[in-house]
């Protein structure tokens, strides 16, 4: 089947920058989407980009894709402490979601 | 507006027994889908329903069904629980089955 990966786990200083990575195989994949998930808590949308995009930008995020490559990323700028949590990946191939692909999550942890 | 809202959030159940679950999506959402979340599998889609009809299914077996009721809330059944069962339920609603996706916290299931 088609595949999501991102590495398990990250670990910087708050203040610095957080670089989180994807990779994907499904050549087409139309959405990308990035979701934040913190202890006991559900998904939450923290951004998505279409495929027909390099780049987006949403105050402190900046979602880079590279649709050659089949990467994706998700830049958080000056990281605190509140961004720890586990960041998932997701694709999709249609407008309706249902078939939306996850990776396994990346925890961030960020030390003070 | 208020979000997602799934019940309970907590559940204990023994091998063999039966579950149902609820979520409510957000005021005007139609499409429900149902995720299930475990460390060693990741999130995986079960089921999506819209205007009361299962409009997608996933890869899991007849023990795992689900409805929508006409005010768009949703139950998902698990018949005869399995120790693998033990999982966190993630519902998510969207207006339409569009990539805009709102989670619910989840719900804890644990089969003993």
């Known amino acids: 089947g088609e595949d999501v990966e991102q590495s398990l786990f990250l670990s910087v200083r708050e203040g610095d920058s957080s670089v989180i990575n994807c990779t994907y195989t499904?050549?087409?994949?139309?959405?990308l989407y990035w979701y934040k998930q913190e202890p006991g808590a559900g998904l939450q949308l923290l951004t998505y980009?279409?495929?027909?995009?390099d780049m987006k930008q949403d105050q402190r995020l900046t979602v880079l894709l590279n649709k050659k490559d089949k990467h994706l990323s998700l830049r958080i700028a000056d990281t605190q402490t509140g961004d720890s949590a586990i960041y998932f990946c997701?694709?999709?191939?249609?407008?309706?979601?249902?078939?939306?692909?996850f990776g396994a999550g990346t925890r961030l942890t960020v030390k003070p | 507006k208020a979000g997602v809202t799934q019940t309970p959030r907590y559940l204990i159940k023994t091998r063999g027994q039966q579950v149902t679950l609820s979520c409510s999506p957000i005021?005007?959402?139609?499409?429900v889908s149902w995720y299930q979340q475990t460390p060693g599998q990741g999130l995986q889609f079960l089921f999506e329903?819209?205007?009361?009809?299962?409009?997608n299914k996933g890869n899991f077996p007849g023990r795992f069904s689900g409805r929508q009721f006409s005010n768009s809330r949703s139950e998902m059944n698990v018949s005869t629980l399995e120790l693998g069962d033990s999982a966190l339920y993630l519902c998510?609603?969207?207006?339409?089955?569009?990539?805009?996706?709102?989670f619910g916290p989840g719900t804890r299931l644990t089969v003993t």
């Open positions: 998510a609603s969207s207006l339409q089955g569009d990539h805009e996706q709102y």
């Open positions: 499904d050549s087409s994949s139309t959405y």
């Open positions: 980009i279409f495929s027909n995009m």
């Open positions: 997701a694709e999709s191939t249609r407008q309706n979601n249902n078939d939306m692909r």
């Open positions: 005021s005007g959402h139609r499409s």
């Open positions: 329903y819209f205007s009361e009809t299962q409009r």
